[in-house]
């Protein structure tokens, strides 16, 4: 049974037929595709995120999501990003 506090129904199993289901599989699974296709022809999501998850871990801020709001607007973050990313090729290279 749904926990009616939470808002949220419980499954209904017979609510999409097994062509709907299908087609929702198919979905998905394009979807996973093309999102890890994205990330991995954009190397600086990585970077990025890496990058922002380094800096919560060694400054451990009380209010993440002001802190995340500071990171991602710093204006120097795309000339950081863009410096990373070459020194990243030139490692590889």
């Known amino acids: 049974m749904a926990d009616v506090?939470?808002?949220?129904?419980?499954l209904d199993l017979g609510a999409?037929?097994?062509e709907?289901?299908?087609q929702l599989m198919e979905f998905?699974?394009?979807?996973?595709?093309?999102?890890?296709?994205?990330l991995r022809?954009?190397?600086?999501v990585e970077l990025l995120l890496s990058g922002?998850?380094?800096?919560?871990?060694?400054?451990?801020?009380?209010?993440i999501p002001e802190f995340a709001a500071e990171h991602f607007t710093d204006p120097e973050l795309p000339m950081k990003t863009q410096k990373k990313l070459a020194e990243k090729a030139n490692q590889v290279n």
């Open 16 to 18: 999409l037929s097994p």
């Open 52 to 63: 922002f998850l380094r800096e919560v871990m060694l400054r451990r801020p009380e209010n």
């Open 41 to 44: 022809s954009h190397k600086e």
């Open 28 to 38: 998905k699974i394009n979807t996973r595709i093309a999102n890890e296709k994205y």
């Open 5 to 10: 506090g939470s808002g949220l129904e419980g």
């Open 20 to 22: 709907q289901q299908a």
